[in-house]
């Protein structure tokens, strides 16, 4: 094993930020009667770029990796950023908070940093075999880290190392947490599996025909491992091997990270442009805001609040959570039917009570909305006129039919669309419903 690489003292730079404006826009899909409503906010500067780790630190505020910079970056809970630079930080990518007090990350030059919160930094050299990749503090004090490779790793914080080589058992080893029982749970990326490894090194894994690219792992609030699964969906694994599935490419995306919120469901990071929500007992909903682009980690801040890193936006994302049940709608995605006359988009919607609903239909990264032709129908009221919304009035909850007409020039073909949802109802935070389709 091969130990420190070196130490020094990183230069710490403020940064001017633009906060762009929050954003309370969601997408629900197979939804819980009550989902909460979010706001989300994005912050930007100079120095975050490529952003992917991201964690609570010891001083309340989020500490970050900057990719593309070769910075840590941290970001207070009001959204005042600042960077720390060195010449031996290049690339990080995980970080996790220490059992020390400190930050711990993962360099790119294949290294694992050590950063106090004042600005020393430390680096070890990494082993010999595969490239740290996912990083989680174990139940015995010590950083173990995952290599993309056949093995884990484990270092001591004063940079001391062991590697568990496993060819068998191990295959593409990607994200990694501490679990209930004590040992570390992780994802096989390419061997489709679950692992599990004690802190003596005994590993042992888990198999189902719905694990294929496990990402992201975390310790949910049930006590079993919950994981994002890039082929689209989120599993739930309890300690004795049974594997439970969630969702699908349509509803989840594509997730990567995932961590349990602090309202005890599940959050994950999906790098189709969302951020999903899983209930403890599988309801899910999607969140977005033109602001999420390609998020990869997340991590729950102080208060009502997560953070992740939207990694081609080059922003730090802030989740909130209100206290405010959100009004459901969910839905099937769209039917889209080219007529002679026009374009007819049908979807069928559910709210899980009676509210007053409208709908509109835009181009992705357009806030202009199209012109609904006469005879859209919204729950069995038509328009009689075109018009850039139509409503209708839900008088109880269950399932209604939406078919948006629109002109025949309306749509270009293999252009994406957002169909948009929304419901409102006194007493309730207002519901939404976005459902992209192409054209």
Not at 34 to 44: D, R
Not at 126 to 132: C, E, L
Not at 324 to 336: K, R
Request: aromatic letters at 6%; charged letters at 15%.
């Amino acid at each position: 094993m091969r130990r420190r690489g070196g130490h020094g003292r990183l230069g710490r730079a403020g940064i001017a930020i633009c906060a762009c404006g929050a954003v309370a826009a969601a997408t629900a899909l197979g939804a819980s009667p009550s989902q909460p409503a979010v706001s989300i906010t994005s912050f930007t500067a100079a120095a975050v770029r490529a952003p992917q780790g991201i964690t609570l630190g010891p001083d309340g505020a989020m500490w970050f990796t900057n990719e593309g910079s070769h910075s840590i970056g941290r970001i207070t809970a009001a959204g005042a950023l600042s960077s720390f630079t060195a010449p031996g930080l290049g690339s990080p990518t995980a970080i996790v908070s220490g059992p020390d007090g400190a930050l711990w990350f993962i360099n790119g030059s294949g290294s694992i940093g050590r950063l106090t919160v004042d600005g020393s930094l430390t680096t070890f050299q990494a082993p010999d075999v595969g490239t740290p990749v996912g990083l989680a503090v174990g139940s015995d004090g010590a950083l173990w880290f995952t290599t993309g490779g056949k093995a884990i790793g484990r270092m001591t914080t004063s940079g001391a190392v062991t590697q568990f080589v496993d060819p068998v058992r191990m295959r593409g080893t990607f994200g990694i947490t501490a679990g209930p029982d004590g040992a570390l749970w992780f994802t096989n990326y390419l061997g489709s599996s679950i692992g599990r490894i004690a802190v003596d090194g005994e590993v042992t894994t888990f198999t189902a025909p719905t694990i294929r690219y496990p990402t992201g792992i975390t310790t949910g609030p049930d006590g079993a491992l919950w994981f994002a699964d890039d082929s689209g969906s989120i599993g739930r694994i309890t300690t004795g091997g049974a594997v439970t599935s969630f969702g699908s490419e349509s509803t989840v995306g594509h997730p990567l990270a995932i961590v349990t919120g602090p309202d005890g469901a599940l959050w994950a990071t999906d790098r189709n442009g969302s951020i999903v929500r899983v209930a403890p007992d599988g309801a899910i909903a999607r969140y977005t805001a033109p602001s999420i682009r390609f998020p990869v980690g997340i991590a729950a801040g102080t208060g009502r609040t997560l953070w992740f890193t939207n990694y081609t936006g080059n922003s730090i994302g802030r989740l909130s959570i209100s206290a405010t049940p959100q009004l459901s709608v969910s839905g099937e995605p769209p039917a889209v039917t080219r007529t002679k006359t026009g374009v007819q988009v049908r979807v069928s919607v559910t709210v899980d009570r009676g509210a007053r609903v409208a709908v509109a239909v835009r181009r992705v990264g357009d806030r202009r909305a199209l012109a609904l032709q006469r005879g859209t129908t919204v729950g069995g009221r038509t328009l009689k006129a075109s018009a850039v919304s139509a409503t209708a009035t839900i008088p109880r909850a269950g399932r209604f039919t939406v078919d948006a007409v629109l002109g025949a020039q309306a749509l270009q073909r293999g252009k994406p669309y957002e169909l948009t949802i929304t419901a409102a109802a006194a007493g309730e935070a207002p519901g939404e419903l976005i459902l992209r389709f192409d054209a």
